[in-house]
């Protein structure tokens, strides 16, 4: 048996933010990822999500024990469903309106107010 590494668990809930806030232009200007490195890094997250599912899976399978079983699929469950529900909000942030359900506020819109000046010019 190998102990579980609760850091692998996390990488998913680093990597979608950060691939996001890179390819938005608005936030990156003219260093934004291209489609290219949006696919690229879309499918390195996918298999490090991947690769996490099958370490639970055989560590949890290690163990013999029925309860563990249930109770590592409904964790699995609530992990897959979190991890599906931030890559859908980086999606829409990405651009995908068709996926925004209602009202949404945009992770791009900044809002900049000018300062009078303290003194008159002469």
Request: aromatic content about 12%; proline content about 7%; glycine content about 6%.
């Amino acid at each position: 048996s190998f102990p579980l590494s609760p850091c692998l668990l996390q990488l998913p809930f680093a990597l979608i933010p950060v691939l996001t806030f890179t390819s938005l232009p608005s936030v990156m200007h003219d260093f934004a990822n291209g489609l290219f490195w949006r696919v690229a890094g879309g499918l390195l997250i996918l298999l490090i999500c991947c690769i996490n599912m099958y370490f639970v899976v055989a560590y949890v399978m290690s163990l013999h024990n029925l309860g563990l079983y249930i109770g590592a699929a409904v964790l699995s469950v609530i992990y897959l469903s979190f991890v599906a529900y931030l890559t859908w909000l980086c999606l829409i942030a990405l651009g995908a309106s068709f996926l925004a359900c209602g009202n949404t506020v945009s992770v791009t819109r900044t809002l900049h107010v000018e300062e009078p000046p303290s003194h008159p010019p002469k």
